[in-house]
């Protein structure tokens, strides 16, 4: 069974910056598309980072311009910058892998990390 390991939650202030990381195995990298997910308290579990067969990267659009999602391909990594942060970005965070495929990435995870926990307080 392959596991994605998620480091980097926590709290955070209003405004201030925090950075996710997951590290998976070569197996996975080969395989997956990466992507990192939420789930807010009371809310459904959304898409906020994904990476596209071709490595380009998608964004949820309460995310655009204060999220990047990057690959270290040698070291098995896809790490979530998240900066300017809002009460609205807590939540568990979760980093996923979709199948993929030769022209594009599967819509739903086929595997998921245990989760880390980013509080935003005002």
């Known amino acids: 069974q392959e596991q994605l390991v998620e480091s980097g939650g926590g709290p955070v202030q209003l405004g201030g910056d925090l950075k996710l990381s997951c590290q998976y195995s070569?197996?996975?990298?080969?395989?997956?598309?990466m992507g990192w997910f939420r789930q807010g308290p009371g809310q459904e579990r959304e898409a906020v980072a994904l990476?596209?067969?071709?490595?380009?990267?998608t964004y949820a659009d309460s995310v655009k311009g204060r999220f990047t999602i990057s690959q270290d391909a040698r070291k098995y990594t896809v790490d979530l910058q998240m900066t300017n942060l809002k009460p609205e970005d807590t939540g568990m965070y979760y980093c996923a892998a979709r199948t993929k495929y030769y022209s594009r990435c599967e819509t739903n995870p086929a595997y998921w990390g245990q989760g880390t926990q980013v509080t935003v307080s005002s």
């Open positions: 070569y197996y996975i990298f080969e395989r997956y598309c």
């Open positions: 990476i596209n067969v071709d490595g380009s990267p």
